[in-house]
């Protein structure tokens, strides 16, 4: 079946640092790739999505690229701030209505 | 538009005990879901509706857990009895877009609750 594993956290980096949360997955056909964030208190949100192989998912300073010949979907952002910290979760879902299924989630804390 | 509601936001009870939630997703999307997560861990789907009809309860505990959706809006998940092990957050989300085939750029969106955070004693 369908999978997703992320590096393991918690991560902590000071602000201004370069960031990137490994995501791999397996997959039948061709699954959309997600990046869902939770900040403390909150809902899942969606981040950013890409739905094709070679394409470019970005929001608020982050990126990430789905690359099939790796079946990646990392997460990057050139300069964190204290307002980044947060769980994020590295998702995918066939096509249509059909379910995500998630990583286990990286907690990510920014210092100052 | 507004977002996908959920009620109560947190429930503490004893194991044995009976517990309901419930989700009024986005109006005019007819895919609902609801999933847990537990602590520490990404969400899991527990079950899944289109309209009022169940698309996948595979994973569903049918022995304590039970989920309707009459008439396509609004949706209620039922624990009866609580085990411990069911303490976790339960997450309702729903979708809106149109199916497509293989090859075709037509997923949408999942827009998820905030979440009910069940505490079972």
């Known amino acids: 079946g369908n999978s997703v594993t992320q590096m393991e956290g918690p991560v902590t980096l000071s602000e201004e640092a370069f960031l990137t949360i490994n995501c791999t997955y397996t997959a039948t056909g061709y699954p959309s790739l997600f990046w869902y964030v939770q900040y403390p208190g909150e809902g899942l949100q969606l981040l950013l999505k890409a739905t094709k192989a070679d394409d470019k998912g970005s929001n608020k300073g982050f990126e990430a690229t789905y690359r099939k010949e790796t079946t990646s979907f990392h997460l990057e952002k050139g300069s964190v701030q204290v307002s980044d910290s947060a769980v994020y979760f590295c998702?995918?879902?066939?096509?249509?209505?059909?379910?995500?299924?998630f990583g286990q989630g990286t907690r990510l804390t920014i210092n100052p | 538009e507004a977002g996908v509601a959920q009620s109560p936001r947190y429930k503490i009870i004893e194991k044995r005990q009976s517990v309901a939630f419930w989700c009024n997703p986005i109006s005019g999307h007819a895919t609902l879901y609801w999933y847990q997560q537990i602590l520490g861990q990404g969400p899991k789907l527990l079950i899944q509706f289109q309209n009022n009809g169940v698309v996948d309860d595979s994973q569903l505990p049918k022995d304590r857990f039970s989920a309707e959706r009459l008439k396509g809006v609004d949706s209620t998940l039922k624990i009866q009895p609580a085990k411990l092990e069911d303490s976790a957050v339960y997450l309702c989300?729903?979708?809106?877009?149109?199916?497509?085939?293989?090859?075709?750029?037509?997923?949408?969106?999942?827009?998820f609750g905030p979440g009910t955070r069940l505490t079972v004693l």
């Open positions: 989300a729903c979708w809106g877009g149109v199916g497509g085939q293989q090859g075709h750029e037509t997923t949408d969106t999942q827009y």
């Open positions: 998702a995918l879902s066939g096509r249509g209505a059909q379910k995500l299924v």
